[in-house]
Each structure stands twice: as C-alpha cells, then as structure tokens.
T-cell receptor, first 112, second 116 residues
C-alpha cells in the first residue's frame, strides 16, 4: 500500500525562526512529490518536485527531493505568523496528478 | 489561476437525511474531478475519481451507494451523501483537473458537513 509519512505532526516556533518539515514515502511507482499549504480551507499548491537534488525556491520557502532515500524536506526561513498552516506532502505515483497520496500533514504554528 | 468552487461551504443536517455538495470549475473545463474527505488532524483521503459522462471510480472502502457522484458536465460534479450519519461528519474537498491534465489538481474550498 502506498504511504506518505510527514514529521513532525505538529510544530510551534517563534516568528523569525527557521523550520524544516519532513516527508518520507513508500510507493510502488513515483512520478513527483508535491507540497501544499492548507490554511482554513483547501490546500494551495507550493511546489512540485520530480528530480533529486534540485532545490525549488519561492521566497522564504524552499524544498528538495531525495529519490534515493525517498524523502523530501520543506524549509521555511524567517517565519511569519502568516506561515501558520497545515503543510501537506503528496506523492503522484502515476503522473498528471491523477491520484495523489497525501501525508497526514504538519501543523505549523508561528507565535509572534 | 484556475478556480474551483464548492457549495455549500457548511451544512448541518439530521441523521438520515441526504446532502448534496456541488463542485464547479469556474474558468476552465474539467474532464476529471476528485472527491476527498478529511477528518480532523488527518490527511486528505481520496474517495473517488469522477469523469465527465461516465461512472465514478471509487477507492477501496468507499461505499458507492452511500456517496453518489454525478459528473454531469465539464464544469460540475456533485457528491450526494445519502442517509447521512454522524460518522459521515467530515470536511469534503473536491479538486478538478484541466482537460489537458498537465496543470495538476485545483482544489475547492471544501464543505464542512456536520450530521447530528
């Protein structure tokens, strides 16, 4: 059975801190790994990773994939209260984002 | 970007009633829509894949007679929770893929269902 595991499940830090969120996966087939940010409602897309070792960056957020060790990390530097959310990791086993397998998410809380 | 809407955003109903949730792609055509449910502090679980004009494909463990899905047009899919029970209370999220498929999934804002 395909499985995506995120850690930690919950994290509370102070504004300005840097955080690293982890995502490991065991799947029968792999095309890409996606990160989403979920605030009160639907997830919004952050990154899609397909190749090992290539960092994707967007402002203070960055992510990298290790296909040999089957994991990905999401880094957020200089955190702000607006970064508080659940961060979801999902694996797309077959491509085209048809059937995503989601992890349980990391609830990140940034305190002022 | 592509926008997906859901209606209603919140519904409270009595046990035994049926509830219909609509998912619309507002500015694109979606040949494929997905329905997920999310329990508190848990991940999104795919319930079914809905293709326009054909029967939905349900994931293992999801009762197709309880969760009726209709994808009547390229912009609308509906999920009907029939004879709802308190254990059906959950957050239901739909997502839609563009016709080309390469654009990934765009998520709706979700519907919070509470069954009393």
């Amino acid at each position: 059975e395909d499985k995506v595991v995120q850690s930690p499940l919950s994290l509370v830090v102070h504004e300005g801190d840097t955080v690293t969120l982890n995502c490991s996966y065991e799947v029968t087939n792999f095309r890409s790994l996606l990160w989403y940010k979920q605030e009160k409602k639907a997830p919004t897309f952050l990154f899609m990773l397909t190749s090992s070792g290539i960092e994707k960056k967007s402002g203070r957020l960055s992510s990298i994939l290790d296909k040999k060790e089957l994991f990905s990390i999401l880094n957020i530097t200089a955190t702000q209260t607006g970064d508080s959310a659940i961060y979801l990791c999902a694996v797309d086993p077959w491509g085209g984002a048809q059937k995503l397998v989601f992890g349980q998410g990391t609830r990140l809380t940034i305190n002022p | 970007g592509a926008v997906v809407s859901q209606h209603p955003s919140r519904v409270i109903c009595k046990s035994g009633t049926s509830v219909k949730i609509e998912c619309r792609s507002l500015d694109f055509q979606a040949t494929t829509m997905f329905w997920y449910r999310q329990f508190p502090k848990q991940s999104l679980m795919l319930m079914a894949t809905s293709n326009e004009g054909s029967k939905a494909t349900y994931e293992q463990g999801v009762e197709k007679d309880k969760f009726l899905i209709n994808h009547a047009s390229l912009t609308l899919s509906t999920l009907t929770v029939t004879s709802a029970h308190p254990e059906d209370s959950s957050f239901y999220i739909c997502s839609a893929m563009t016709s080309g498929g390469g654009g990934g999934q765009f998520f709706g804002p979700g519907t919070r269902l509470t069954v009393l």
